[in-house]
């Protein structure tokens, strides 16, 4: 079909410092397999030398490509742009910054190979080295998104993966612009294959993943992967409506058995501030999904392609 066995997608973001040592490292790992390979860097958008970087590898080594943003687009938009541009039969995902091990790649690749599994995923069974809020939030997420969404988004799983033709043509097809790759290969489906490895800690440069980023992101993995926030917000609606009649009745019947004193200024004032407060609440979960769908309608290109190799 193609005249590449295996296309590794590696975006990159600021990664000046960690290109040439994961560049290094695959080729040290592929060269021993029988396999022909390329290697495509999208560079999303980097403001450090990161494209000079890659502009010098793709010359000296034709198995190196890359595609160049012309801003920042964020690591999903990187990686369906580089799994839309890759010609391999199996395709491998990884990052930048040597988190992802080259050296689980021929096992991962023996795996898809035997036709038994369309995709090798891998999981960090540790989270040394994270700040441990990071971890405790992280660990919230995991099982909130697992109480409220169908799909089942492993804690831990990483988007180094090794794809088979099949299953990347599955994720293509999905077209949506919040992609959420979390939540995303669980929903395709197929046979997958874990490799379970220890963390490891990001070697050069720093991470893009700010707490607010991440706190944001799982937002998106929420909004895009369930619609019960929006049946939370009908369900607590529903309740306050019933307590209110309760409240009217006992109100009414008051009145009639005891007359008006006026009084009672506190639990107003309560009763309107429990009920505004409320409404904002919900009223924001709606927005979340009128912003999502009006970042659907308006199908934007996923991102702007400056320059190619
Ligand atoms: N990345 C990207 N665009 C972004 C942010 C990150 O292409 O806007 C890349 C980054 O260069 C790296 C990978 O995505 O190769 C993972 O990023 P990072 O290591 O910062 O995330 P972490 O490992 O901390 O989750
Ligand atoms: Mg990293």
Same mark, same amino acid.
């Given at each position: 079909?193609?005249?590449?066995?295996?296309?590794?997608?590696?975006?990159?973001?600021?990664?000046? &410092?960690?290109?040439?040592?994961?560049?290094?490292?695959? *080729?040290?790992?592929?060269?021993?397999?029988?396999?022909?390979? $390329?290697?495509?860097?999208?560079?999303?958008?980097?403001?450090?030398?990161?494209?000079?970087?890659?502009?010098?590898?793709?010359?000296?080594?034709?198995?190196?490509?890359?595609?160049?943003?012309?801003?920042?687009?964020?690591? $999903? &938009?990187?990686?369906?742009?580089?799994?839309?541009?890759?010609?391999?039969?199996?395709?491998?995902?990884?990052?930048?910054?040597?988190?992802?091990?080259?050296?689980?790649?021929?096992?991962?690749?023996? =795996?898809?190979?035997?036709?038994?599994?369309?995709? =090798?995923?891998?999981?960090?069974?540790? %989270?040394?080295?994270?700040?441990?809020?990071?971890?405790?939030? =992280?660990?919230?997420?995991?099982?909130?998104?697992?109480?409220?969404?169908?799909?089942?988004?492993l804690n831990g799983a990483r988007d180094? #993966?090794?794809?088979? #033709?099949?299953?990347?043509?599955?994720?293509? $097809?999905?077209?949506?612009?919040?992609?959420?790759?979390?939540?995303?290969?669980?929903?395709?489906?197929?046979?997958?294959?874990?490799?379970e490895y220890e963390n490891i800690e #990001?070697k050069k440069g720093k991470t893009k993943?700010?707490?607010?980023?991440?706190?944001?992101?799982?937002?998106?993995?929420?909004?895009?992967?369930?619609? *019960?926030?929006?049946?939370?917000?009908?369900?607590?609606?529903?309740?306050?409506?019933?307590?209110?009649?309760?409240?009217?009745?006992?109100?009414?019947?008051?009145?009639?058995?005891?007359?008006?004193?006026?009084?009672?200024?506190?639990?107003?004032?309560?009763?309107?501030?429990?009920?505004?407060?409320?409404?904002?609440?919900?009223?924001?979960?709606?927005?979340?999904? &009128? =912003?999502?769908?009006?970042?659907?309608?308006?199908?934007?290109?996923?991102?702007?392609? %400056? $320059?190619?190799?």
């Amino acid at each position: 079909m193609s005249n590449v066995d295996v296309s590794l997608i590696i975006p990159c973001f600021n990664e000046e &410092a960690s290109v040439p040592p994961i560049f290094d490292e695959i *080729k040290k790992t592929l060269t021993p397999i029988d396999k022909s390979f $390329e290697i495509l860097f999208i560079d999303d958008g980097s403001r450090d030398n990161t494209l000079a970087v890659l502009r010098s590898l793709a010359s000296l080594d034709s198995a190196v490509h890359f595609i160049s943003f012309s801003r920042n687009f964020g690591k $999903e &938009a990187a990686l369906l742009a580089g799994l839309q541009a890759a010609q391999g039969d199996y395709i491998v995902t990884m990052d930048a910054d040597g988190q992802d091990p080259p050296s689980l790649i021929p096992g991962m690749l023996d =795996a898809v190979a035997s036709g038994e599994f369309d995709c =090798a995923g891998t999981r960090r069974v540790t %989270r040394k080295g994270e700040p441990a809020i990071r971890s405790f939030f =992280a660990g919230r997420f995991y099982s909130l998104m697992k109480k409220i969404s169908d799909i089942e988004v492993l804690n831990g799983a990483r988007d180094f #993966r090794l794809m088979n #033709r099949k299953y990347l043509l599955a994720l293509l $097809e999905l077209q949506e612009r919040n992609r959420f790759s979390k939540g995303i290969f669980p929903w395709i489906g197929f046979k997958i294959k874990w490799f379970e490895y220890e963390n490891i800690e #990001r070697k050069k440069g720093k991470t893009k993943w700010s707490f607010w980023r991440l706190f944001l992101y799982s937002l998106d993995g929420m909004t895009a992967f369930s619609s *019960k926030p929006l049946a939370i917000a009908s369900l607590t609606g529903f309740l306050i409506f019933l307590a209110s009649v309760a409240s009217i009745a006992f109100i009414v019947i008051r009145k009639l058995i005891w007359g008006d004193p006026v009084s009672g200024w506190t639990s107003t004032v309560c009763i309107i501030l429990f009920c505004s407060g409320v409404q904002l609440f919900t009223t924001g979960i709606l927005g979340q999904y &009128a =912003a999502k769908i009006y970042t659907e309608v308006k199908h934007r290109p996923h991102y702007l392609i %400056r $320059e190619a190799q």
